[in-house]
């Protein structure tokens, strides 16, 4: 069975860093997309990022240049480096899969909370 | 990028009801569009993709059409269990966008 469970989210100052943490089980993420979808309180959903299996990464414009994912293949864990946080990065923060090569989302993570206030 | 655009933005409905939302790609995406289900603190749950297959275990209830740049999610006869918030997203290429969402409420 599929399971995703992300961590790591929390109060953060504006300007600061955090690393969310997604763990995976039932499947390596190294051969999988992985993806990151972040939902603001009472808003809709916004894609975040994406690695694919062959390690390529891709970000929205909104938090190019401050996020980087990346993955351990030998913890079978998913990464979302956020720095220069803001405070329009409040948000759920969900690890996403699609079960093939198509970008739609199979399977989710129950989400992390990430709260950027002073 | 690809804007997506959802109507209406809420919709009132009554058990039994026949519902259609409507989604509207600002340029074709073809039949690459995926439809969720939100429920209030919960993950997003997949319903349907390539525009009108039916993800394994939803409700036969639950059908999607469409190609280009218009397409529809209809729940043929509402049920308690489907008040819920449903978002449509393309993938037909970077980046990867939602619609804004249609709540689907009590009337």
């Known amino acids: 069975e599929v399971q995703l469970v992300e961590s790591g989210g929390g109060l953060i100052q504006p300007g600061g860093s955090l690393r969310l943490s997604c763990a995976a089980s039932g499947f390596t993420v190294s051969s999988k997309y992985m993806s990151w979808v972040r939902q603001a309180p009472g808003k809709g959903l916004e894609w975040v990022s994406l690695i694919k299996s062959d390690g390529s990464t891709y970000y929205a414009d909104s938090v190019k240049g401050r996020f980087t994912i990346s993955r351990d293949n030998s913890k079978n864990t998913l990464y979302l480096q956020m720095n220069s946080l803001r405070a329009e990065d409040t948000a759920v923060y969900y690890c996403?899969?699609?079960?093939?090569?198509?970008?739609?989302?199979?399977?989710w993570g129950q989400g992390t909370l990430v709260t950027v206030s002073s | 990028d690809i804007q997506m655009t959802q109507s209406p933005s809420t919709l009132s409905a009554s058990v039994g009801d026949r519902v259609t939302i409507t989604c509207r790609a600002s340029?074709?995406?073809?039949?690459?569009l995926a439809w969720y289900q939100q429920k209030p603190g919960k993950a997003p749950k997949l319903l349907i993709y390539k525009a009108s297959s039916l993800e394994s275990g939803v409700p036969s209830s639950f059908s999607g059409s469409g190609s280009g740049t218009e397409f529809t999610l209809t729940i043929s006869s509402l049920q308690p269990d489907d008040f819920a918030t449903y978002y449509c997203?393309?993938?037909?290429?970077?980046?990867?966008?939602f619609g804004q969402g249609t709540k689907v409420e009590i009337k």
């Open positions: 996403a899969s699609p079960s093939g090569i198509y970008l739609y989302f199979d399977y």
């Open positions: 997203q393309h993938y037909n290429s970077y980046p990867w966008t």
């Open positions: 340029q074709s995406i073809s039949i690459w």
